[in-house]
């Protein structure tokens, strides 16, 4: 239990930088924000990507699901920023 909570948190937070990445400029969000949004990211690509049928057979980094993780997470970021008046 402990050990899937880190690996979220790890997870989300590689997804959130690169979402962040993918975004001109400087983002006015907190680290923490960031990995929550990443991880929120992470829970929609892996939930959609496995209901096309992917799955990651092969071993290894699953590297569509990291991709459309950090596109997500990108327009994640741009939602947050217009909600919350801060700029993206």
């Not at 400029?25 to 949004?37: A, E, M, P, Y």
């Not at 990443?38 to 990651?56: D, E, K, P």
């Not at 950090?70 to 700029?87: D, E, F, N, Q």
Request: charged share 5%.
């Amino acid at each position: 239990m402990v050990s899937t909570i880190i690996g979220a948190i790890i997870v989300g937070a590689i997804i959130g930088a690169l979402g962040r990445l993918i975004l001109p400029g400087k983002q006015n969000i907190s680290i923490v924000v960031t990995i929550l949004i990443g991880i929120v990211a992470n829970v929609i690509v892996t939930f959609v990507v496995r209901q096309l049928g992917y799955s990651n057979s092969g071993g290894g980094i699953a590297w569509i699901p990291l991709i459309l993780g950090a596109i997500v997470a990108a327009i994640i970021i741009v939602l947050y920023g217009r909600m919350s008046h801060k700029s993206v």
